[in-house]
């Protein structure tokens, strides 16, 4: 049971560039949440899932975009990388709205 | 969503109890109390959660006020491995009771 797992745990992007993080859970979750950590600062909700097909807007959606097309896995897409995205990015899920959220260890993204 | 405030920053004597404390005068009726707590470069972890009654578990234990606007997590002997950022946060009843982060307090734990 691996719990939440992200990858790649670190990245470095030219500005203008794009990705997917990647976090899939071998739990059958159905919430999963995506967010981010500046330094220093709490975390801030960027996109959840409900479940398969459903995908909803966080605190800071700006410049991202997810999809669920699956219970396992809920990937976050950066289309054009830029400089403000430079965060550490934590993928979380929980089994529903009663319980506790499990988080993966986070990706480190820089965008230079 | 209800406000939480926390102090930035506590220390603790290694193996005496530290009292976390946080306020939430907003909270409403069905607001649940989560505690998470952030090891260094880790991703969050669960410590505790309550509503009205006060909670123990194997990691630590959750005293609320009777008027449900502020709570403390204690630690009941602090270790080296429980310093961390401390988050208490208040969970809704509606959407996806989503988490909402605040800048939690940073536990140094003095040998």
């Known amino acids: 049971n691996a719990g939440v797992t992200q990858t790649p745990k670190f990245r470095i992007l030219k500005i203008g560039q794009s990705m997917t993080l990647q976090c899939t859970q071998d739990?059958?979750?159905?919430?999963m949440y995506w967010y981010r950590q500046d330094p220093g600062m709490g975390l801030k909700l960027i996109y959840y899932?409900?479940?398969?097909?459903?995908?909803d807007k966080g605190e800071v959606p700006n410049g991202y975009n997810v999809s669920r097309s699956t219970t396992e896995d809920f990937p976050l897409r950066l289309e054009l990388a830029a400089p403000s995205q430079t965060s550490v990015y934590f993928c979380?899920?929980?089994?529903?709205?009663?319980?506790?959220?499990?988080f993966g260890q986070g990706t480190r993204l820089t965008v230079v | 969503d209800a406000k939480t405030t926390q102090p930035n920053s506590m220390e603790s004597n290694e193996e005496e109890p530290v009292h976390l404390p946080c306020n939430h005068s907003?909270?409403?009726?069905?607001?649940?109390i989560h505690w998470y707590r952030q090891l260094p470069s880790q991703g969050p972890e669960y410590v505790i959660h309550?509503?009205?009654s006060n909670v123990n578990n194997r990691m630590a234990s959750l005293a609320i006020a009777e008027d449900r606007k502020s709570s403390t997590l204690i630690l009941h002997r602090a270790t080296l491995r429980d310093a961390a950022v401390y988050y208490c946060?208040?969970?809704?009843?509606?959407?996806?009771?989503?988490?909402?982060f605040g800048t939690g307090t940073r536990l140094t734990v003095i040998p």
């Open positions: 979380a899920s929980k089994t529903n709205r009663d319980t506790e959220a499990f």
């Open positions: 739990m059958n979750h159905n919430y």
């Open positions: 899932s409900v479940g398969a097909g459903i995908t």
């Open positions: 907003t909270i409403s009726g069905t607001d649940y």
């Open positions: 309550g509503l009205t």
């Open positions: 946060i208040l969970r809704g009843q509606t959407g996806a009771n989503n988490l909402f």
